[in-house]
């Protein structure tokens, strides 16, 4: 019945938008006749092929490490699964939450490539200190993954950016949709690669995480390189600031993602 009424109420709104509202495809200009062509020429061009590379590496060394770190954090480090475990990822929310439009203001006045050269190195350091975090009072891993969160918030919204104004407006929509679906597969291709190098020992702690680290940091410090490469497209840049929370949303969804059935797994 509450579904019925909200249907009622809304059918008047959805009537009346085509009307009230301008037209937003303005930008788009000549529709391609088949969406093949448009998948064959956003992976063609060169400007293109960097920002997907640089999603890619940035994935790869979040993904590797992300999935496996509940586990981690819990088996290694002591961290209880339901009374402290959860308190991990609401400080790394609310830090994100209340930085993410500092560093998206900070990036567009001083640019982009700038600050996301200072947080890689930042990054780096912080994912090998989390991967090889021995048994620690609560404070500290809420301190490590607060500080690790923030940054890679700070670098995706920097990176987004980038890699949003490497293509021209009338390619956007068609860039964008290629652009979620390599970074899926990165994300996908980042937890399989951890899964291969991590083990469970027989008294169920996690082995080989700190060489996850290791890999994780260095595909991250090698996107500062990928990273110089991408041009701007047009002379209208994406704001960084204005999709802070945006990226801030999709950095913090990946982060809180464990990888289910690990003990399955590997018990």
């Not at 954090?73 to 439009?101: H, I």
């Not at 899964?195 to 290791?214: C, H, M, P, Q, Y």
Request: hydrophobic share 55%; with cysteine.
């Amino acid at each position: 019945m509450p579904f019925v009424a909200l249907a009622i109420v809304g059918s008047p709104a959805l009537f009346i938008t085509p009307f009230a509202m301008s037209r937003l495809d303005g930008h788009v200009g000549k529709v391609h006749a088949h969406p093949l062509r448009s998948m064959a020429e956003t992976f063609s061009h060169v400007n293109h092929l960097k920002a997907f590379a640089l999603i890619v590496m940035l994935m790869l060394g979040s993904f590797t490490v992300w999935p496996l770190l509940p586990a981690y954090l819990e088996a290694n480090v002591g961290m209880d699964e339901k009374t402290q475990l959860p308190w991990v990822y609401v400080v790394g929310g609310v830090l994100t939450f209340f930085t993410s439009p500092i560093v998206g203001k900070i990036a567009d006045q001083y640019g982009k490539l700038i600050v996301y050269r200072v947080l890689i190195p930042i990054s780096a350091v912080l994912l090998i200190v989390i991967t090889h975090l021995p048994p620690s009072p609560m404070y500290v891993s809420l301190a490590v993954f607060g500080l690790l969160m923030v940054c890679n918030v700070g670098r995706m919204i920097a990176a987004m950016a980038m890699v949003t104004s490497s293509v021209v407006p009338q390619r956007r929509g068609a860039f964008l949709s290629a652009n979620a679906s390599v970074q899926h597969i990165a994300s996908g291709l980042g937890a399989f690669l951890g899964t291969l190098i991590v083990s469970r020992a027989v008294d169920g702690k996690i082995e080989n995480f700190g060489t996850v680290g290791w890999v994780a940091a260095a595909a991250t410090l090698s996107t500062v390189w990928i990273a110089s490469r991408i041009r701007v497209a047009d002379q209208s840049p994406v704001s960084a600031e204005a999709m802070s929370f945006a990226a801030a949303a999709e950095a913090t969804a990946d982060a809180g993602e464990p990888m289910f059935g690990y003990s399955e797994m590997h018990g």
